[in-house]
């Protein structure tokens, strides 16, 4: 089928969704990119106005079309308080996949997404032999959100501080891990996401420690790839596939109860995106078994292993406030258990910001892309956290974390950034199995 014999196609599925909105403008209320902006453009009603003249303006400027495409954060707010129940999620995806297949990937993003996420051993031997050289490029920041200045790269990260990457990659440091299921006899198949296994290790270190407290065997395979959002949300449905396509052959191998991520977007994609856009019929049928044991680390510990009751209580010392992930609470529902896990453990206050659930500015590329809107998002995320003056602001995706540890730290303000699991394993000895 030609390109233009595509668009039409796309066009007639387009109209049986878009036909559903009906301009009530609610989107606007709870767009993070439109509070700042005020662009009709970038809010979900503006983009499916553009949508239902998506092969007029792609064909007059395909690079004007990306552009207002791009200006999203695929954050959910707007499909979460549609009262029409449009799937813009999934329209927005459908749009970035067409234009890029029109107008071809980035060299860059090809680079990325085709040359290392999609050769998870590549990707992890790199990641290796970069770290004796990091110290180069990286300078440590004496600041609680324990961030680094990257002064070689200021033409890509600018003024951005950057988490202080650790000295080996989980796997790296830890290899296949494979541990029997204990007294409570489920084991499950932890997916660290590449933030968990080479930037915030720690939180992976927490996880295996509460598998361990709690008797539950667990197993890390070696290898696995990314989880394929990032190529997904450019519009590279291929690149996607096969990183999809590599994690499911891995998953067949492997005996689990359970699959449990500490990352939003994981734990997303492996339910929603894998079964939808899995190529072959066999990958279809494993990413639908997969998609039906997918948990966030929270839900997992509070859901199923029902723990409800912290240490004996003692007087509290940090005060620690929580943000929603929009993948965690607008996307999969799940905001009570992580609050659940910090007031597990006793030593912490758990006081609540407003707007909790507003986006914090990071969706991904999107901060790369967009630093300056990203920032001013995060600006407002920051204000939010530092008025009701914690010691620790807590979240349950990785990237959320790398944002607000950004924002604070360009602040210079005196607040540490965790992820829930890690307060929760705090307050945990570790169980010999």
Known sequence: MTKIGELARAMRE????IIKCMRCGTCQSVCPVFTETHSEADVARGKLFLLSKLSEEMLKDPKLAREKLDRCLLCGSCQAACPSGVNTMAIFL????????????????????????????????????????????????????????????????GERRIPQMPRKTFSAEFGRIDLPPGKSGLKVLFFPGCMGDKVYTNV?????????HHGVGVCIPASMACCGIPALASGDRDAFQKMAHLNIEIFKREKYDYIVTACASCTETIKEMWPKYAE???????????AAKALDISEFIVDVLKVRNGPALKKASERVTYHDSCHLKKSLGVSAQPRVLIRMNAACELVEMPESDKCCGCGGSFTLTHYEISKQ??????????????????????A?????????ALNNDDIKVKHVAEIYADSLVEAVQ
């Open 14 to 17: 387009f109209d049986d969704r």
């Open 94 to 157: 459908e749009a970035r996949a067409l234009n890029a297949r029109y107008m071809g990937l980035s060299p860059i993003k090809r680079l990325i997404f085709r040359g290392l996420l999609s050769h998870p051993r590549l990707f992890d031997f790199l990641s290796a032999l970069s770290a004796p050289f990091r110290p180069v490029f990286m300078r440590p920041q004496k600041n609680a959100a324990r961030t680094a200045k990257a002064p070689l790269l200021d033409i890509l990260a």
């Open 204 to 212: 992976t270190k927490a996880c295996v420690k509460i598998f361990k």
């Open 280 to 290: 072959s019929d066999d990958d279809k049928k494993y990413a639908a078994m997969a």
């Open 377 to 398: 998002i995060g600006k407002r995320k920051r204000d939010n956290i530092v008025s009701v003056s914690p010691d620790v602001v807590a979240a349950g995706c990785p």
């Open 400 to 408: 959320c974390m790398m944002q607000i540890s950004n924002m604070l």
